[in-house]
């Protein structure tokens, strides 16, 4: 076999091969970003599955009887400061959590529900007529 010709096919393979290097950084971002946004989700996280789900429930959206929705209009109008005081100092039937939560996972509950809140919004001006 003629070594040049040889040479010629691969070259298909090496483009390939170049196209890959350029798609992998926006994969890697989009993993990047799934990964980063994964932990910003109320639901998903463990802290809030633990002590705050069985009366908010699964999803945040309240329960009967229970808490209320942490996605309401209401709690949308809750500031973060008036939101971490509820939930360190409790309000209601609501016990506190200073103690119980760090002011970490405290913080992260805060910043989840606010997350929550300007999704709630976003749907609800997008489905504004
Ligand atoms: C024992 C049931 C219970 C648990 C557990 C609980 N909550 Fe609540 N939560 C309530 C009730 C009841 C209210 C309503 C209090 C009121 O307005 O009198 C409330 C209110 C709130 C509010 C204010 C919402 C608003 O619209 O004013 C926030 C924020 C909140 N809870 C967050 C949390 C977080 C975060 C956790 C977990 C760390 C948690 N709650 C755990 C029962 C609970």
């Known amino acids: 076999m003629n070594p ?3 040479s010629w096919t691969r070259k298909p393979p090496m ?3 170049n196209s890959l290097v350029i798609i992998c950084p926006f994969l ?3 993993i990047l970003l799934f ?27 309240g329960r009967f009887m229970g808490g209320p929705s942490l ?11 008036d939101l971490r005081n509820i939930i360190t100092n409790g309000k209601g ?6 103690g119980k939560l760090s ?3 405290i913080d992260t509950l805060v910043q989840q529900i606010k997350v929550q809140q300007i999704k709630v919004q976003q ?6 007529k």
């Open 93 to 98: 039937r609501m016990p506190k959590y200073a």
């Open 35 to 61: 990964a980063q946004t994964q932990p910003s989700n109320l639901a998903s996280n463990p802290v809030f599955q633990k002590s705050c789900a069985k009366c908010h429930g699964k999803t945040a959206d």
């Open 15 to 17: 483009t390939k091969l």
């Open 123 to 128: 749907i609800k001006s997008m489905t504004r």
């Open 71 to 81: 996605v309401s209009t209401r709690a949308t109008s809750a500031s973060a400061d």
């Open 4 to 6: 040049l010709k040889r």
């Open 103 to 105: 002011p970490e996972e």
């Open 28 to 30: 890697l971002a989009n």
